[in-house]
C-alpha cells in the first residue's frame, strides 16, 4: 500500500510537472472550465425565469447540481479518465506492451498514472462558495456526510464504468466510440434525476448508476432524499468495482499486442 | 540453470480478413473471413546465463511475437517458457522487476517531459532503493554520455538520443534478462555504434542475459556469438554465427574492377549481385571460382578482380531463401 501510495504521489508531481510546461494552455484551460460551468448556470436561470421548478428541483437545487456535476467530472478527469483516454487512443498502437512489463497491476497502473492535475483547477469552486454564500440552503450535518460518501461513491462507480469501457479495446481495439457513447449515457447525469421516466431512473440509479454521481449528492444535501442512500451507494460502489475488476480481467487475456 | 529456457512454443492468430476497395469494405461491416496463422510454430531453445543472442528472421518471422510470450506480454497458445523460474504470462511482479525490455519502434518515455521525469517514476514503480537508482543512473549515464540531455524534454531529442534514454529506462532496475527489438533501428551509423559498444560493454560487466533482435548483421556481428534464426514461426538454425557461415559458405563472391565500362552479359558466369559501369560482383559455387576467374580474366577488360567470401548478410538471406 505504501509503495502504491508512493507511485501515485510520484505520478501526481510528474503530471503537476506536464500540466505546467504549457503555461497559457494552463491557464485558458481554467478558463474554460469556469466559463462552462457559468453558461451552463446561465442556461438553467433563463428556464427558471419562466419556472419555478422542473421535475421538484427549483433554481438553487440545480444549480447546485450543475456546480456539482462540474467538479465531479473535474475530478473524474484528474484522478482517472485521462489515463483510460490515453490507454484507448494508445491501445491499438500496441503501447499496452510497456505498461505489461511494469511491476504493478495494469488497471492500478493505468488508473495511478492517469493522474491529470491540470483537470483539478478548482475552476468551479468559485461557483460553491456562491451558492453556499447567496442562495438560500441549510445543509445538516449528518446530509453533508452522507452526501460526500455519495459523491466519492460516484466516482468509484464512474472509474468501474470507464474501467470496462476501456477493457472493451482488448476485444475491439478501437473503443473510442464507445467512449464516446458513454460520455453522452453520462451526460444525462447533469440533468435532474425526477424529468425521467421511472424506469429511466432506477436503470440509471442501480444499473448503469450514473444519476448516483452527481442527483444524489444534491438531493441529500437539500433533504430530497434520506441521507440512508449513503449505504446503497457505498454497496453500489463496491458491485461495480468488482464487475470491473472481473470483466478487465478476463479481458485481458484477450491481448494480442500490436506488430513491430 | 538456464536463464532463458523455451519448449515447443506456439502461437496461434486469428486474424479477420480484409480486402481492399468499397463494396468489399461494406462487405466486411457484417461478414469477414478469418484466418488462422501460426506466428511462432513449436520453437524450442535454451539460453545460459550472460549470453547475448541474436534472434535473427525477415519481417513476419515470429521474432517480436517470440519475444512478446517471453516477456509476458503475450500469452502462448501452447508451450513452456521458464525466465529465471518464472512463467513469463503468469506476470508476477518479481519476475517483471527481472526483466528488461527495449522496443526499436516504440517509446516508453513520455514524449513532453525532460527523461529524468520518467525515470524518477520508474524508480518508484520499481521499488529501486534511491542509493542503487543512483549509483545505476550515474553509470548508465556515463556510458552512454547523455549527460547532457537528461534535462531536456524527449521531443526536442533526436532518434538516437531517445534511443539511448530508452535503454537506460528499461535498465534502471538492473533486470537480468533484457530483450532488445531492433534498438538501433533508424539510427545512424555513429549512433549504432555506440550502441552496440554500450551492449557489449555492459553485458561484460552485469552479465545480464540479452535476447536481441536486428536486420542489422553488423549488430549481430559484433555482439552475438550464438544466433537462431527463425522462419515462418520455425527455428532454421541455432548454432554459432561462424559455424552458419562455415557450413554455408557454398559460394564465393568475384569482385570486378573493369579497366574500361563493360556492358556485356554476366549472367553466365555466375549470379549478378551488383553490375555497374566498372565494377561488378558475381556469385559463384565455391569450387568453380578459380576456373570462372580464370575465364573473366581472358574474356572481359579486367583492372581488377578479388575472389571474396560472402558477408553474413547474403548466407542469412540465403538461408531465408531456402528455408
Known sequence: ?260 | MNSISVQDLTKVFVRQKKLPGLVNSIKGLFYRETIRKAAVDHISFDIEPGHIVGFLGPNGAGKTTTLKMLAGILYPTSGKVSILGFTPWERKEEFKKNIGMVMGQKQQLVWDLPAMDSFELFREIYEIPTANYKKQLDRLVTLLDVEDILNIQVRQLSLGQRMKLEIIAALLHRPSVLFLDEPTIGLDIVAQKNIRDFIKSYNAEEKTTILLTSHYMQDVKELCERIIVVNHGQIVYDDKLSKLIADHLQFKILDIVFSEPYKGALEKYGQIIECLDLSAKILVKCDEAVPITTRILNELPIEDINIAEPEAEEVIRELFKNA
Open chain 1, 1 to 260: 500500500m505504501i509503495h502504491i501510495l508512493k507511485v501515485y504521489a510520484k505520478a501526481i508531481s510528474f503530471s503537476v510537472a506536464q500540466a505546467t510546461i504549457f503555461r497559457t494552455a494552463f491557464f485558458l484551460f481554467y478558463l474554460w472550465l469556469f466559463v462552462d460551468t457559468l453558461i451552463k448556470v446561465l442556461f438553467f436561470s433563463a428556464i427558471y425565469t419562466q419556472v419555478n421548478s422542473i421535475g421538484g428541483w427549483n433554481f438553487t437545487d440545480v444549480f447546485l447540481l450543475v456546480v456539482v456535476n462540474g467538479i465531479l467530472w473535474d475530478m473524474v478527469w484528474c484522478l482517472f479518465l485521462s489515463g483510460f483516454e490515453k490507454f484507448i487512443e494508445d491501445f491499438s498502437k500496441g503501447n499496452f506492451d510497456f505498461i505489461l512489463l511494469k511491476p504493478m497491476n495494469p488497471l492500478l497502473y493505468i488508473t495511478i498514472t492517469g493522474f491529470h492535475a491540470r483537470s483539478f483547477s478548482g475552476a468551479r469552486l468559485p461557483l460553491l462558495l456562491y451558492a453556499i454564500l447567496f442562495l438560500p440552503i441549510s445543509w445538516p450535518f449528518l446530509n453533508i456526510i452522507a452526501a460526500i460518501i455519495v459523491f466519492l461513491a460516484g466516482i468509484v462507480v464512474y472509474h468501474a464504468l470507464f474501467a470496462i469501457v476501456a477493457s472493451l479495446a482488448f476485444w475491439i481495439i478501437d473503443s473510442e466510440p464507445i467512449l464516446d457513447f458513454s460520455f453522452s449515457i453520462t451526460e444525462g447525469s447533469r440533468f435532474p434525476v425526477t424529468i425521467f421516466p421511472k424506469a429511466l431512473q432506477i436503470i440509471f440509479t442501480f444499473i448503469i448508476p450514473i444519476f448516483l454521481v452527481a442527483n444524489y449528492p444534491v438531493m441529500i444535501l437539500q433533504q430530497m432524499t434520506s441521507p440512508s442512500f449513503a449505504l446503497t451507494a457505498i454497496l453500489i460502489a463496491i458491485g461495480s468495482e468488482v464487475i470491473a475488476f472481473l470483466v478487465w480481467k478476463f479481458s485481458i487475456k484477450h491481448y494480442s499486442s500490436a506488430s513491430s
